[in-house]
């Protein structure tokens, strides 16, 4: 196993008085693809979300417990926003590229940075773009409209603007749910491209898509007081294989969710 | 049942037709009001186009009446453009603070009470200008007049905010949270998100907002007609008093000769305020409904 990125303890996190998550501990892998699986509403986002400390976007939600990010928790308040979410990029569900040009898109991160020099930005940005398998695709029409593209094309662009910030971490929040499958199929190509240079933890409702691409998968599922909990954790061959709680093999058996 | 929604169908595109063809009426009445500028040989010798646009003064009572229409436009630009600089400011930093950075119970106590604002009469506005925003613009300035194109201009920035400002917050709210999300987790901070993400995006709604601030300000009447001095005169400085072209029309039309010269011209001078301002709220349309398709990722 390779060392641990991302390691997750005793994270609960409430939305009012409302637990919506229950005491995840977890360790995430470097250089590889976790999945979150598990029905709607069991808190996948929201353990997503706490990664890159999204969650505090939202009025009245408080997170406790602990998330080391190189051993070094990034719930202290010490810790600077900007450089926890460069570090820790975020792929969303709905491709939602900026009313901008496609080289606009890419360079914002650099911009919001304060990168002024042309050419290390046009050096970045065409980078980002054919790690993301989409400058072929756009090489000619860079100052075009990214809403003219098609909505893979738009995903794969959403992830170029995050490679172009380098980060370590890539969080994707069912990143191909709204995509026909040949785009879908693009993204999971990109995906295992990418885990050789990044870490990435996926949430997904697709099961044939974690257990295609993921390394490691997660099952979440919520409790009788609707908060979401981890039921079971390891390697992806094995949990869809031979899972060890009757719960996850209930799910990927399909008999809920 | 069939019937019944037939009859309402019926009913509410009745009234619907109703408020177009007033529209549409006023238009024609004006405009027709207004042709024997152009056809009636004993009204062109006193008012036609060369005399409203190339001469210089706006006289209409005496022995040799003029019809000038540029001190008028001088002084209606003055106003709108004194209240633009004051109002736009004003209402763009209060949308931006109430959509992007307020907590939601402040917004919701500070929207109303600038949309309370358009509840005020005019008459009350022109009143409280009259009698307060003069005597500040004197102190400050110094000037002999009190009443002049800065004292209207400030009052009809009261006119201009909230429908400035309602207009420009719906812009910056209709930006998806989703665009909002994606900058800040690229390392954007809510200010460089405000700025690089949300008011481009915005921009044309914002726009749109400035633009009916700018009609209402040029059709607004009562408040220019009590605080703008009422002179109509060409200078340069906006701390002159100034005539505009509705205080003109609202001043004179009720003392005029029926088909007078004079009459023909002050509906000329009502058909071009309601082209200017028809033009200026139609791009305004045009502007927000861009905005939302492209928002909305149609293009």
């Known amino acids: 196993m390779n060392n641990i990125k991302i390691s997750v303890k005793n994270l609960n ?88 040009s496609i ?48 909505g893979g094309q738009q995903q794969r662009l959403c992830i170029a603007r995050v490679l172009a910030v380098q980060p370590e971490v890539i969080l994707m929040d069912e990143p191909a749910s709204a995509l026909d499958p040949i785009a879908t199929l693009r993204i999971e190509d990109l995906m295992r491209e990418l885990k050789e240079e990044y870490t990435i933890v996926i949430v997904t409702h697709n099961m044939q898509q974690a257990a ?3 390394d490691f998968t997660a099952f979440f599922l919520t409790d009788e007081n609707r908060a979401g909990m981890l039921i079971e954790y390891g390697n992806t061959s094995e949990i869809f294989t031979m899972p060890r709680d009757p719960r996850t093999e209930g799910y990927i058996t399909g008999r809920y969710g | 049942m069939e019937a019944k929604e037939r009859i309402a169908y019926i009913v509410v595109s009745l009234l619907a037709s109703v408020a ?41 009572i005496g022995l040799e009446p003029k019809y000038s229409f540029l001190p008028l436009i001088v002084g209606t630009l003055k106003v709108t453009l004194v209240a633009i600089v004051v109002a736009l400011p004003l209402s763009l930093g209060s949308a931006i603070f109430t959509a992007e950075f307020a907590p939601r119970r402040l917004r919701e106590i500070i929207k109303p009470i600038i949309e309370l604002f358009s509840a005020i009469p005019s008459v009350v506005l022109g009143f409280f200008a009259l009698m307060v925003i003069a005597s500040w613009v004197q102190d400050i300035f110094h000037t002999s007049s009190r009443l002049n194109a800065v004292t209207a201009g400030f009052a009809l920035a009261f006119a201009v905010i909230p429908i400035t400002y ?3 917050e719906d812009a910056l709210n209709t930006v998806p949270r989703e665009l909002k999300e994606a900058s800040i987790a690229l390392g954007a901070t809510k200010w460089q998100t405000t700025i690089k993400v949300v008011l481009p995006s915005a921009s044309g709604g914002i726009f749109a907002g400035i633009m009916l601030g700018l009609a209402r300000a040029m059709g607004e009447t009562m408040i220019v007609l009590m605080v703008s001095g009422n002179a109509a005169q060409i200078t340069w400085s906006f701390l002159d008093s100034v005539r505009t072209i509705p205080a003109t029309i609202a001043a004179e039309m009720g003392e005029v000769a029926f088909g007078s010269a004079h009459y023909v011209t002050l509906f000329f001078l009502g058909l071009l305020l309601f082209s200017i301002t028809f033009i200026i709220n139609y791009i305004a349309s045009i502007l927000l409904e861009r905005t939302q398709k492209r928002l909305r990722g149609e293009r």
């Open chain 2, 166 to 168: 309602t207009i420009c």
């Open chain 2, 20 to 60: 177009i063809v007033s529209v549409i009426l006023i238009f024609v009445f004006i405009a027709k009001e207004s042709l024997p500028v152009f056809f009636n040989p004993e009204i062109k010798k006193e008012a036609n186009l060369r005399i409203f646009f190339l001469t210089r003064d706006w006289q209409p």
């Open chain 1, 212 to 214: 295609r691409v993921s």
């Open chain 1, 13 to 100: 996190i409430y939305y009012g008085n409302f637990l919506a998550l229950k005491d995840i501990t977890l360790d995430i892998p470097e250089k590889s693809i976790t999945a979150i699986i598990g029905p709607s509403g069991c808190g996948k986002s929201t353990f997503l979300r706490a990664l890159n400390r999204m969650n505090e976007l939202l009025p009245n939600v408080r997170t406790e417990g602990k998330v080391l990010l190189d051993g070094q928790n990034i719930y202290e308040p010490n810790i600077d926003l900007v450089t926890l979410r460069r570090k820790v990029g975020m792929v969303f569900q709905r491709p939602n590229p900026f009313p901008k």
């Open chain 1, 103 to 150: 080289f606009e898109n890419v360079a914002f991160g650099l911009r919001i940075q304060g990168i002024k020099d042309k050419e290390q930005i046009e050096e970045i940005v065409e980078l980002s773009l054919r790690r993301a398998a989409l400058w072929d695709e756009v090489k000619n029409k860079l100052h075009k409209s990214a809403l003219e593209l098609s």
